[in-house]
């Protein structure tokens, strides 16, 4: 009988972790399992997981004919992986079946040898399967929100995953994406200023990174540092900065940069990041609903948490983690953080606030009753390059996974720009 393979081991491992302990991939990067295999295998274990996270709902639903009930959630979970492997990522039936059976627990080999070895029949069947619906609470809230068909383009995306994006230091897309070509790296310059690589592989291993020429960052989270507009000299304050993708797009502008973040370990790889790219910003660790600042500020941008569902291609594991009673703390947490910001702004100062969400209560709905709360906000039009017509929205940008399909799509994202036309308050 074959042995037990590490690195199908460490998939199933996370994909128990996320299933049965609901806990995030990127939670589990020092798992045992991980940890014992070599960067390549380990590399390799976690995209395993991250297929069989994406093919789920398509696995269950080949799955279904076969079982009178469902099974024990280790036997599932082996059976999506394997199912996943040899479906979607290309893995030899023989292969994958033997592994499958080696990882199942001795009362269930003969059930898991007889559906693995259906699931590997089944590609034709697979390949007509329509993209895995996203849970209800969340399909709900969208469809409202964008519609039945927007949704459904929105899971293909997902299931289709993410491209790698680079944002240039110097702002030269069409000289890095030349200068990766020249090294026989596939990369297209996007009209928004981002590089964007077909293939994704070691990041640290691409030419330029150890010199900090880019950092990554999806096409849509560089826009809202971009809306923002700031330039040299400016006081800027990032005020939910880590791990600090739009502060280094701010630094890179010259601006004095304030970057704050409550989370001590996520600023610690915003330090690591300035400091690879050889950006300077000030940074402060603490709870932006205590802080106060000394002096109003030019330029906000408040890049709130929230949902995260805008980045479900890149996290497939983030809807079934997300516990939609939270919601409404986050959407609070987000008013209040808007309302301290508000007052840090010195007459005539700019603010943008961002999530990479698509839900409306962490976009549109939100910037509507934000400016409600404050008139002496002013929502200003964003206007950048690359930007296509149907991203715009009454309130700002609102970026969808299913946008530039032909481009590999984008994060979704939702992005507003208000002009301050009052006094300061600090
Ligand atoms: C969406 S992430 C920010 C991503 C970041 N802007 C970037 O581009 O890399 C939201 C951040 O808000 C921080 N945060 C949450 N609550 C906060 C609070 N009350 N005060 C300050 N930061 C907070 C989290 O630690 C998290 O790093």
């Known amino acids: 009988m074959a042995r037990k393979d590490p690195v199908r081991a460490a998939a199933l491992g996370l994909l128990d972790g996320v299933w049965s302990e609901g806990r995030s991939l990127s939670d589990q990067i020092e798992t045992e399992a991980l940890a014992a295999l070599a960067p390549p295998d380990r590399a390799r274990a976690q995209r395993l997981a991250v297929l069989a996270l994406r093919e789920a709902g398509r696995i269950d639903r080949l799955l279904k004919p076969h079982l009178r009930k469902a099974p024990p959630s280790r036997v599932q979970a082996l059976l999506r992986l394997a199912g996943a492997e040899m479906l979607a990522g290309g893995g030899a039936a023989h292969g994958v079946v033997d592994a499958a059976v080696a990882l199942a627990p001795a009362a269930q080999k003969g059930l898991v040898n007889a559906l693995a070895r259906k699931l590997a029949g089944a590609g034709d069947a697979h390949a007509a399967l329509p993209a895995p619906e996203l849970p209800g609470w969340l399909r709900g809230r969208l469809m409202s929100a964008h519609g039945k068909a927007a949704v459904q383009r929105m899971e293909a995306a997902h299931l289709r995953g993410a491209p790698l994006d680079l944002t240039p230091r110097n702002g030269d897309a069409a000289a890095l994406a030349a200068r990766l070509a020249g090294q026989g790296i596939a990369a297209e310059a996007l009209p928004t200023g981002s ?5 994704g592989g070691q990041v640290s291993d691409l030419p330029g990174f150890d010199a900090g020429d880019w950092w990554v960052q999806d096409a849509a989270a560089a826009l809202p540092a971009r809306a923002l507009g700031v330039g040299p000299g400016q006081r800027v304050l990032d005020l939910c900065a880590a791990p600090g993708g739009k502060t280094l797009q701010l630094a890179a502008t010259g601006a004095e940069v304030t970057a704050l973040d409550i989370s001590e370990a996520r600023l610690a790889r915003l ?5 690879r790219c050889g950006l300077e910003a000030r940074i ?7 802080w106060t600042p000394e002096a109003p500020f030019d ?6 948490p929230c949902s995260a569902t805008g980045t479900i291609r890149r996290h497939p594991d983030l809807p ?7 919601l409404r703390e986050i959407f609070a947490l987000q008013a209040a953080l808007i309302d301290r910001a508000a007052g840090w702004l010195r007459p005539g100062g700019r603010m943008v606030f961002s999530t990479c969400s698509l839900l409306p209560e962490e976009g549109e709905a939100q910037a509507r009753a934000a400016l409600e709360r404050h008139p002496e906000l002013t929502a200003q039009p964003i206007d950048l390059p690359g930007l ?14 299913d946008f530039w399909p032909e481009r590999g799509g984008m994060d979704g994202f939702f992005v507003a720009l208000w002009q301050h036309a009052g006094p300061a308050r600090v």
């Open 195 to 199: 590089v964007r690589l077909a293939v």
């Open 271 to 275: 330090r690591a990041n300035l400091a």
């Open 284 to 290: 402060v660790a603490g709870d932006a609903l205590d």
């Open 299 to 304: 330029a906000i941008l408040l890049d709130a």
């Open 320 to 326: 079934y983690l997300r516990d939609p009673a939270r």
């Open 388 to 401: 296509a017509p149907e991203w715009h929205v009454p309130e700002g940008l609102r970026l969808r996974p």
